[in-house]
């Protein structure tokens, strides 16, 4: 698992503080957006998700906000705690028709939280 | 909490050889999905399946893969000569119906080491 941060872009962050993740999406058609957390040894898991006619949108804890005239996405975790500690990938769905959606992920964000 | 199962977890396979890596996708699910996260990497698309065929596939996907549904709740992905480059974690996912994708759920992963 170490050796997953050598290739990403990396977060580190004391226990209580606020953590933003940030990604930049290029196609300004898109109107559905992802955040995934993975875990050491896991598969992606579900985070919050946006459309595009929203700006902002708040789960527990955490706030994504999308900024479409920079194509811009940020998740925002508040009050990180250790165990927020993870890879933070956003995501874009495409849809193939009916409910098939292929995923198109981001690079991903290390996330570590610091006690 | 309903969860995919992936088995093996960690499967070791001599260059040349064909493996099988198996899913269990949620009971309810209609679409299933290959991805695959060479380490360090970003988790990538292979293959969405639907109603016993390839919906759509990337063009990772070639003709050394293949899947199949054998039964009611088994979807598998078949990898017939393996090469070094195939090593990678292999992703199951499904997903059911719906306008939010909360439900599209991923495996834990095989870990495929080809030597």
């Known amino acids: 698992g170490e050796s997953v941060g050598l290739h990403l872009p990396t977060l580190s962050v004391q226990e209580g503080d606020n953590s933003i993740i940030n990604c930049a999406y290029s196609?300004?058609?898109?109107?559905?957006f992802i955040w995934y957390k993975q875990e050491s040894g896991k598969g992606p898991q579900f985070i919050i998700d946006?459309?595009?006619?929203?700006d902002k949108r708040q789960g527990q804890r955490v706030t994504v906000l999308l900024n479409k005239t920079v194509k811009h996405l940020s998740l925002q975790i508040a009050a990180t705690q250790p165990g927020d500690s993870a890879v933070y990938f956003c995501?874009?769905?495409?849809?193939?028709?009916?409910?098939?959606?292929?995923?198109?992920f981001g690079k991903g964000t290390l996330l570590t939280v610091n006690p | 909490e309903p969860e995919v199962t992936q088995t093996p977890s960690h499967q070791v396979t001599q260059m040349g050889q064909e493996v099988i890596l198996r899913c269990v996708p949620i009971?309810?699910?209609?679409?299933f999905y290959w991805y695959r996260q060479i380490l360090g990497q970003k988790v990538e698309f292979l293959v969405s399946?639907?109603?016993?065929?390839?919906?759509?596939k990337s063009e990772i996907f070639d003709d050394q893969f293949s899947v199949e549904r054998p039964d009611g709740s088994n979807f598998t992905l078949k990898i017939r000569s393996t090469k070094l480059e195939d090593s990678a974690m292999y992703f199951c996912?499904?997903?059911?119906?719906?306008?939010?994708?909360?439900?599209?759920?991923f495996g834990s992963g095989t870990r495929l080491t080809v030597v």
């Open positions: 196609n300004s058609a898109s109107d559905y």
């Open positions: 996912a499904s997903s059911g119906n719906g306008p939010s994708l909360d439900g599209y759920t």
């Open positions: 009971s309810n699910h209609l679409y």
């Open positions: 995501a874009e769905p495409e849809n193939s028709g009916g409910s098939n959606y292929k995923l198109t």
């Open positions: 399946f639907y109603n016993n065929e390839i919906s759509e």
């Open positions: 946006i459309r595009s006619n929203m």
